[in-house]
């Protein structure tokens, strides 16, 4: 079992499997970090995909704050401290992530874009050079549909290197991802949602924020 490391603080991790567990007290504090800077909002929302929840995260509000994004990097690069010797990222998120969490680790940091020939995935460009014998750790902020980790992760097979794992800053998927490789959120989160006609906070007549 490769998970269970203690990132911080004292208390016992949770067990998540392949998934790295972290001190109950310190996610606590973060994740109340993100609601007071306006970055986890309780309420009565509207997802992209139509359905309805209590919860919604605004993932430019966490990386506009240098210290809170590097404190959950943090959490990310001491749960794959010694496996990778790149950290890739998909833009726009995924750049400062990738900086800021090779910066802790002290490897390169280099970003996937989506193609320019308007075929579907991300690819890398600008000389970045990653190959046959690169262990890549692969970040992005926020996970939902995990569609463009699964692209970073294509881009980065293509090139003949080798998935070393997948971190994320905020995980809304509550640990029900799974991307075939070892997995760690800085934050994990599960976000109850509802189709719209079944949404009880519809029902009780609470205010709809689109998403
Ligand atoms: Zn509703």
Redesign the pocket.
Known sequence: MAGGAVADGSEPAVDLGNRRGYARGVTEELEQLLADRGALMRG?F?FASGR?GDTYVEKFRILQWPDITSRLCERIAGAFSGVANVVAGPTTGGVILSFETARQLGLKAIIAERREDGVAGREFRRGFEIGPGDRVLVVDDVLTTGGSIRDVLEAVEQTGATVAGVGVLVDRTGGKTDFGVPFAAAISLNIVS?A?EE?P??KAG?P?KLT
Request: contains cysteine.
């Open positions: 009565h509207q309805h509802w719209a949404c906070l519809c609470e709809l």
